[in-house]
């Protein structure tokens, strides 16, 4: 590749405005051409293997194949890797991004100068291949393909921390939390929304079981198959009808949240009733 010519990029991410967002900071940093954007894990083998770009930024967290499980797939069939900058709302995947040998990631939301430094390294990168006629096909990076499966595979049976952040979509806008400052989380049709003293979003995740694996164990409980609830909001513990309980929490509206009967002894072990 000419030092003169575009990058060839591909955008993978199951959310549109991330997508778009990413788009339009790469269009207008120059010299970077998007070649197509996919959707989920199952898109983004498909897409590298059709278009075989310099790079792809790839999402962490997406529906069907994680980032980590696309790169591993791509490895096992010895397919042509491109370089990878890895893209995700958690900087806990960060380490776990550069331990697989990623060359960069980017937080979201997305910030324009963490892009253009991601492209740089691409830039740099492939300048290095091309001066030292290295193969394509090798991961960004020098270790070897055999080397790098073992270390996703280490990545992805290892326990992920808990971030101190979850994002959160509130209208056009994407929102990072605290995790201490969430009060619950409830499920309505398949669409988890998360409550804050000050503001109400939802969250990118399917289940609240896909969620409660990003929050702290600690401080997070499921009171009820519909609901998450932060055991520092709340506010008091209602009696309720045939020895059942509902919370009332200290968010905004003091929503009360029904206990389920299976959950009714945690309950009385948290406060001692």
Known sequence: MASTAPITALIIDDEQLAREELKYLLDTAGSVEVLAQGSNGVEAVE????????????????????????LKQLIEHRDLIPQIVF???????????????????????????????ALDRVRLRLQEMNGSEAEPAKPAGDLNIDTLLRLIEQQQASPRPHSGKIVLQAQSRLLLVDQKDICFASIDEGVISVVTPTLEGQSKCRTLEELLELLDPNLFWRAHRSFVVNINHIKEVVPWFKSSYQLRMDDRKQTEIPVSRAQTRRLRELFKL
């Not at 293997?49 to 696309?70: I, K, N, S, T, W």
């Not at 939301?109 to 892009?115: A, S």
């Open 47 to 70: 897409l590298i293997r059709e278009y075989q770009p310099d790079v792809v930024f790839l999402d962490v967290q997406m529906p069907g194949l994680d980032g980590f499980a696309v």
């Open 87 to 117: 893209a995700t709302a958690f900087d806990q995947y960060a380490v776990r991004a550069f331990d697989v040998n990623a060359i960069d990631y980017l937080l979201k939301p997305f910030d324009r100068n963490r892009v253009l430094q």
